[in-house]
């Protein structure tokens, strides 16, 4: 039986060259954090130019939950202006598709095995202090560097140094008396809490006075992380009557477990992630319900946005601003029954990918290549014209902003490790490939799902041990092992 926290088992098959290399490439960059300076990763062109950095990361957001990619329901004017004037990428997808873990690889351009962020589990334990984060080489670089919002991630990174900190390092939040901690120049207070303000608004309203700040020439990297529409899916005040007659399609499967799940493994059937079945989730309790406050939750953020474009336009500095904007993982809205996140499946790992910078993206651009939350790290600090340190595992998406490029990525690696977690979801590994998909669940007895997404994109049809899928399946759990040991294993403490 693998070990719970193996989403695939550990070998000592894996890189010793590669495993060398990046180990010793995360000690000098340890060396240098050690010694306060992150020189070694910094541009000798020190006086050019560089644009401000503004980075969304949306909680739980659906590659589908914006108007630009189609919603019938969901308005997103705000989000969309970033598309519409810059870059969307129609396949961006996360590694591990949980709160705390998404975001160390977006901070730091590594797979959770590789940064030791598996899951949820050790809130105040930090990041291993030798894994540099973009932010650290942004500021070395010369930016001042803020975080506000939900951090969620080990220690709520606050161990590091921020001009300015202004988050909360829990799941969710009070969103009617919300908690928060508030920090300057590498110091971080006590936590304190606000009464009756939605806490994406408070957020908001700190990365203004933050910006109002006078900073000289030095160029700003400010990352807004939003809490909602994170469960419970409380509603900003404003937004108590949307949807109140708006009608919610049933996705197609959702009655699939009227049915018995036909073609899904045991730990699918048992994983206590459906619509209505928990009471550790009492606002899962209906799919209207879920759907209209999880959209109601997005407009918020929508606005929040939109508050941001408005000081950049007011400053004359947005199109010197680069704007990210992506999200730590999906959300099942009813598929299969689901909610929440956590599994292989389209919905979960799906996120939105947006880059909007005039002078290195055209707007209007939309591509198909893969695109992963390692690649987030890379491409910002591509964007400020910075080296990419060879220890990241992902690549700067920005050169498809110029061409398209089918050899951008053909497959990469899915782990989930969390174990025990509160939906019973059980640890799993994955490959995905342009038009296929399996997945490994790695706990006896161990169980596999098999997709054609080019024939059946919403993975009703399970083709693992099929006879006419024999080639296929061998193939993909090759590549499955040849992926996951390009990945080192960082060695586990806590």
């Known amino acids: 039986?693998?070990?719970?926290?193996?989403?695939?088992?550990?070998?000592?098959?894996?890189?010793?060259?590669?495993?060398?290399?990046?180990?010793?490439?995360?000690?000098?960059?340890g060396a240098t954090l050690a010694a306060g300076s992150l020189s070694a990763f910094a541009s000798p062109a020190q006086n050019k130019k560089r644009p401000n950095l503004v980075f969304f990361l949306g909680e739980g957001q659906r590659a589908d939950a914006l108007s630009i990619a189609g919603n019938s329901i969901l308005k997103t004017p705000n989000h969309d202006r970033i598309g519409h004037e810059g870059i969307r990428f129609e396949n961006a997808f996360c590694t591990n598709a949980l709160c705390a873990p998404a975001r160390a690889t977006a901070l730091t351009g590594?797979?959770?095995?590789?940064?030791?962020?598996?899951?949820?589990?050790?809130?105040?334990?930090?990041?291993?202090?030798?894994?540099?984060?973009?932010?650290?080489?942004?500021?070395?670089?010369?930016?001042?560097?803020?975080?506000?919002?939900?951090?969620?991630?080990?220690?709520?990174?606050?161990?590091?140094?921020?001009?300015?900190?202004?988050?909360?390092?829990?799941?969710?939040n009070d969103y009617a008396n919300p908690f928060f901690k508030e920090g300057r120049k590498g110091k971080v207070g006590e936590e304190k809490?606000?009464?009756?303000?939605?806490?994406?608004?408070?957020?908001?309203?700190?990365?203004?006075?933050?910006?109002?700040?006078?900073?000289?020439?030095?160029?700003?990297?400010?990352?807004?992380?939003?809490?909602?529409?994170?469960?419970?899916?409380?509603?900003?005040?404003?937004?108590?009557?949307?949807?109140?007659?708006?009608?919610?399609?049933?996705?197609?499967t959702f009655d699939d477990d009227l049915k018995g799940y036909p073609g899904k493994p045991k730990g699918f059937v048992d994983a206590e992630n459906k619509i209505g079945t928990t009471t550790t989730h009492v606002a899962c309790g209906s799919h209207e319900g879920i759907v209209k406050d999880y959209y109601a939750g997005l407009v918020a953020v929508d606005d929040n946005i939109g508050r941001i474009f408005t000081w950049l336009e007011k400053k004359n500095i947005l199109d010197e601003t680069a704007i990210v904007q992506t999200s730590d993982h999906g959300y099942f809205l009813g598929e299969f029954r689901l909610f929440d996140k956590r599994l292989m499946h389209e919905p979960s790992i799906r996120v939105p990918l947006m880059i909007r910078y005039p002078s290195r993206i055209p707007a209007g651009?939309?591509?198909?290549?893969?695109?992963?939350?390692?690649?987030?790290?890379?491409t910002f600090l591509d964007l400020a014209g910075l080296p990419v340190p060879a220890h990241m595992q992902g690549k700067s998406v920005l050169p498809l902003a110029k061409a398209a490029d089918p050899g951008f990525r053909r497959e990469w690696l899915y782990e989930y490790f969390e174990w025990p977690n509160p939906e019973a979801v059980r640890p799993h590994r994955g490959i995905r490939t342009e038009r296929y998909k399996l997945i490994h669940y790695v706990m006896d007895?161990?169980?596999?799902?098999?997709?054609?997404?080019?024939?059946?994109?919403?993975?009703?049809?399970?083709?693992?041990?099929?006879?006419?899928?024999?080639?296929?399946?061998?193939?993909?759990?090759?590549?499955l092992e040849a992926l996951q040991k390009e990945v080192p294993t960082r060695p586990q403490s806590v």
């Open 110 to 172: 590594l797979y959770s095995r590789t940064s030791g962020a598996l899951d949820n589990n050790g809130p105040n334990v930090p990041l291993p202090s030798d894994i540099p984060l973009f932010t650290d080489l942004l500021r070395e670089a010369g930016y001042e560097v803020a975080i506000l919002g939900k951090v969620h991630v080990r220690n709520g990174v606050e161990d590091r140094y921020w001009d300015y900190y202004f988050g909360h390092n829990n799941p969710a």
């Open 193 to 252: 809490q606000y009464k009756g303000v939605y806490p994406d608004d408070l957020t908001v309203d700190r990365a203004l006075a933050w910006l109002d700040e006078d900073r000289g020439d030095k160029p700003f990297c400010l990352l807004v992380w939003f809490v909602a529409p994170h469960e419970p899916f409380f509603r900003a005040r404003r937004h108590f009557d949307l949807y109140r007659d708006t009608p919610v399609e049933k996705p197609a």
């Open 365 to 378: 651009t939309v591509r198909a290549e893969q695109v992963l939350d390692i690649d987030l790290a890379p």
């Open 1 to 29: 039986m693998s070990k719970p926290n193996e989403a695939a088992p550990s070998s000592a098959s894996n890189s010793a060259t590669r495993r060398e290399f990046l180990q010793g490439t995360l000690a000098a960059a």
């Open 445 to 479: 007895p161990q169980e596999f799902e098999l997709y054609d997404l080019q024939n059946d994109p919403g993975e009703t049809t399970n083709l693992y041990g099929r006879p006419e899928s024999a080639a296929l399946q061998q193939h993909l759990l090759a590549r």
